[in-house]
């Protein structure tokens, strides 16, 4: 438990960190798509993902905004260290 806190301060903390995490994976099966042979295919497989991880993690962004994590900052923060390729 103290592990836990020396990363993460504070609940809204350590949920942005999972937010951010979400994020990057996202952002990284993207990435990985971008040189398929049948962009088509890759564009209608990435969007599915999507979809899929937005279903599953739905109660993640409602317990996010209902612990008054601005999510919207998290990312804004973020875009500004992302790895560029």
Same mark, same amino acid.
């Given at each position: 438990m103290g592990t836990l806190y020396r990363h +993460?301060?504070?609940?809204?903390?350590l949920f942005e960190a999972i937010l951010i995490?979400?994020? %990057?994976? @996202?952002?990284?099966?993207a990435r990985a798509r971008v040189d398929s042979d049948d962009p088509g295919t890759a +564009?209608?497989?990435?969007?599915?993902?999507?979809?899929?991880?937005?279903a599953s993690k739905r %109660?993640? @962004?409602q317990a996010l905004m209902g612990a008054g994590v601005e999510i919207e900052l998290a990312v804004a923060d973020r875009s500004g260290t992302s790895k560029r390729r």
């Open positions: +993460f301060p504070t609940k809204e903390k995490g979400r994020i %990057d994976e @996202i952002v990284d099966d +564009f209608f497989a990435f969007l599915a993902h999507l979809v899929e991880e937005s %109660d993640l @962004i």
